[in-house]
Nanobody, 126 residues
Framework: QLQLVESGGGLVQPGGSLRLSCSVS????????AGWIRQAPGKEREGVAC????????KYADSTQGRFTISRDTAKNVIYLEIDSLEPEDTAVYYC???????????????????WGQGTQVTVSS
């Protein structure tokens, strides 16, 4: 059974950094594109970063302003999202998800994602 489990969230002060992890079981990441999607309180889900099956094609939402880095470790079957210079506006539940038909120009579209994790809460506050 394919399963995604996020970890690494928590309470962070503004300006801090976090690395979120998404452990995937039941399949190999080579078969999928992957993305990180967040949902802030009272807002719709937003795709913030995505990466292709080969591991080097990436795309970021404008809202990330160069502070987000997505990566993957195929050997460990883990997807990462590093966030630097955290801002209160980054407060959200962060989900990882898999897309069996990766298309770079459309990979921030959350409708493409078939498999989802349960999410990890990130709270940025002093």
């Amino acid at each position: 059974q394919l399963q995604l489990v996020e970890s690494g969230g928590g309470l962070v002060q503004p300006g801090g950094s976090l690395r979120l992890s998404c452990s995937v079981s039941g399949t190999t990441l080579n078969n999928f594109g992957a993305g990180w999607i967040r949902q802030a309180p009272g807002k719709e889900r937003e795709g913030v970063a995505c990466i292709g099956p080969e591991g080097f094609n990436t795309k970021y939402a404008d809202s990330t302003q160069g502070r987000f880095t997505i990566s993957r470790d195929t050997a460990k079957n883990v997807i990462y999202l590093e966030i630097d210079s955290l801002e209160p506006e980054d407060t959200a539940v962060y989900y990882c998800a898999l897309d069996p038909g990766f298309l770079l120009r459309a990979c921030l579209s959350i409708g493409r994602y078939v498999y989802w994790g349960q999410g990890t809460q990130v709270t940025v506050s002093s």
